[in-house]
T-cell receptor, first 113, second 110 residues
Framework: NAGVTQTPKFRVLKTGQSMTLLCAQD?????MYWYRQDPGMGLRLIHY???????AKGEVPDGYNVSRLKKQNFLLGLESAAPSQTSVYFC????????????FGEGSRLTVL | QQQVKQSPQSLIVQKGGISIINCAYE??????FPWYQQFPGKGPALLIA?????SEKKEGRFTISFNKSAKQFSLHIMDSQPGDSATYFC?????????FGTGTRLTIIP
């Protein structure tokens, strides 16, 4: 089982460039999330989706956009990358809000120069 | 505003010892408290979880202790092993969102 797959795994951008991170899950989960992980700050929620066609802001949404056009995919976009967006990004999914386990991908390491 | 505070930031324990990581939360509406384990280069994975109507949950060498009145919960790892060396995150759930602590890097030394 693939579970949650993130692409790309590594990317280096220059300030001002744009890019999209793709998250795909094969567990038919309703809810999907994007987190960023920074040293000493834990995992912070960027945006999330509670179903196909829906998105909502998390704790640190500024500078990011998301789309959930298909149930199995959740895209995270950076329109104009900034050095402050250098981080490791994790996608996660869960069946619904009553479910216990959040399943994570292996992360995408983004460096903005 | 940090709703889940985790300590310590790092912890070194001898093999066979007990590792203890603590978390405190502010929002009494949280209804589910999981702990996640993360190895380098990997995503976090659920280790053990507890609901607020239970004071303790044990799974093998891992135990969660939950103190609802103090709004605190902790992870105890008994007989700690080198393979337990990882980063541990506590979390708390409200509706569809999980709020994570800042993480504890645990190192088990021989």
């Amino acid at each position: 089982n693939a579970g949650v797959t993130q692409t790309p795994k590594f990317r280096v951008l220059k300030t001002g460039q744009s890019m999209t991170l793709l998250c795909a899950q094969d567990m038919n989960h309703e809810y999907m999330y994007w987190y960023r992980q920074d040293p000493g700050m834990g995992l912070r929620l960027i945006h999330y989706s509670v179903g196909e066609g829906t998105t909502a802001k998390g704790e640190v949404p500024d500078g990011y956009n998301v789309s959930r056009l298909k149930k199995q995919n959740f895209l995270l976009g950076l329109e104009s990358a900034a050095p402050s967006q250098t981080s490791v990004y994790f996608c996660a999914s869960i069946q619904d809000s009553a479910s216990g386990e959040l399943f994570f991908g292996e992360g995408s390491r983004l460096t903005v120069l | 505003q940090q709703q889940v505070k985790q300590s310590p930031q790092s912890l070194i324990v001898q093999k066979g010892g007990i590792s203890i990581i603590n978390c405190a939360y502010e929002n009494t509406a949280f209804d589910y408290f999981p702990w996640y384990q993360q190895f380098p280069g990997k995503g976090p994975a659920l280790l053990i979880a507890i609901r607020p109507d239970v004071s303790e949950k044990k799974e093998g060498r891992f135990t969660i202790s939950f103190n609802k009145s103090a709004k605190q919960f902790s992870l105890h790892i008994m007989d700690s092993q080198p393979g337990d060396s990882a980063t541990y995150f506590c979390a708390a759930r409200l509706n569809e969102k999980l709020t994570f602590g800042t993480g504890t890097r645990l190192t088990i030394i021989p």
